[in-house]
């Protein structure tokens, strides 16, 4: 009878250690204080520790969305027409600080000199998921980038095809959990893991790894296995954050408030229909403005749009639904308005780079 009170006793403080544990995790509004904790790491694996439960694309779900019917069927009947612009690669390398949209997740950010590469993905994801737009420019045909940066293991961000082609040359920085995967895909690679709020510093240019919304897989058997994030790029008195992919969470607020205020905000805005299957982990465009608004950002540059056709909302819905922020510091006239819908290979240029008067114009 002893014995099995004891059981009994041990089996009442594992339910009430676990459930107190996940109750004041889910409470804590602070991220970076849940990153120093590592509550983010569950054996194996990694977790959304703000989340009370997560809720990845598991079969059950996907097939439930792939079987619904999709409200935006008659209007995905009519495929719109992306115009592509091939960035002058030669002004560009002459010009100040600057961000190319080279469509999807992939962005040329250029910063103190330095080249950096986002999430690189070059031709089509696989036979089913075909680009709409092509890539901008042969990518021979970019200068060699000093660094590039992976958000997340998902196909349409971690392209095996594409890093080849980069090769061993940059410096590949990602989270936890992607060390293995390089040395399968690309020995010799230089490789720097980090872990939430963790910082790296190459050539003059200091990356910070951020917590975001969302989750990782590449096969069926590794959900969430390795860390996802996104990215803040500090160059001098320049700060970029790229967003990689997420939903709207507490996190936005959280680095305005410790980073602001931010010259670009590089944000998705697109793969979010049907919000009950997508809005766990993807923003909608109404969502991305807020999102900007919180990061205290000058710019925002939307992306991950009118490349590949994910989910059921229509390719060319996105930037026509994106508000345009208002009551942000503005450059001299010349310069475009706060909210720049680049299309691919455009750069968020016009002469000069319209990053070079952000921090001349803006108000103290």
């Known amino acids: 009878m002893n014995r099995l009170r004891k059981i009994l006793l ?10 107190f544990w996940q109750t004041s995790h889910a409470e804590t509004k602070d991220l970076e204080s849940l990153a120093r904790a590592k509550a983010h790491h569950k054996n194996p694996g990694f977790i959304n520790p703000w989340l009370p439960e997560e809720n990845p694309a598991g079969l059950l779900r996907l097939l ?3 079987f619904s019917t999709n409200l935006f069927k008659e209007e995905k009947k009519t495929r719109p027409v992306f115009q592509t612009f091939k960035p002058d690669v030669k002004k560009i390398l002459g010009g100040g600080d600057s961000v190319t949209y080279l469509g999807h997740g992939t962005l040329w ?3 103190l000199g330095v080249n950096i590469l986002t999430d690189p993905i ?3 994801i696989t036979f089913f998921f075909r680009r709409f737009a092509p890539f901008p420019l042969p990518p021979e045909e970019l200068p060699p980038m000093q660094v590039v940066l992976i958000s997340h293991s998902h196909l349409d961000h971690l392209d095996t095809d594409s890093i080849r082609r980069l090769g061993s040359t940059p410096l590949y920085l990602v989270p936890l ?3 293995d995967w390089f040395k399968d895909v690309l020995p010799g690679a230089k490789i720097v893991e980090l872990d939430w709020f963790e910082t790296h510093t190459h050539e003059g240019v200091t990356y910070r790894l951020l917590p975001t919304q969302h989750w990782s897989k590449r096969t069926p058997f590794d959900t969430n ?5 996104s990215w803040l790029i500090e160059a001098g008195n320049r700060k970029v ?3 990689g992919d997420s939903s709207y969470f507490l996190g936005f607020a959280e680095y305005g408030e410790k980073f602001g205020p931010i010259d670009a905000a590089l944000l998705p805005i697109a793969a979010y229909e049907p919000r009950w299957f997508m809005s766990a982990y993807h923003m909608n465009p109404d969502e991305a403005v807020r999102a900007f608004q919180d990061l205290r950002a000058d710019y925002f540059i939307p992306q991950q749009w009118g490349v ?9 819905a996105p930037p026509g639904t994106t508000g345009r922020p208002q009551e942000k510091p503005a450059c001299p006239r010349s310069a475009p308005p706060s909210s720049i819908t680049a299309k691919p290979g455009a750069s968020p240029r016009a002469g000069d780079s319209h990053l070079s008067c952000l921090r001349s114009s803006r108000k103290k």
């Open 308 to 316: 590949f056709d994910l989910t059921d909302e229509p390719m060319d």
């Open 241 to 243: 954050y790229y967003a």
């Open 225 to 229: 296995r390795r860390l996802w994030g």
């Open 109 to 111: 950010i250029r910063l």
């Open 64 to 66: 439930k969305w792939r």
């Open 177 to 179: 959990g992607y060390r």
């Open 10 to 19: 041990l089996l009442a403080g594992a339910i009430f250690f676990s459930f």
């Open 122 to 124: 070059f031709e089509d």
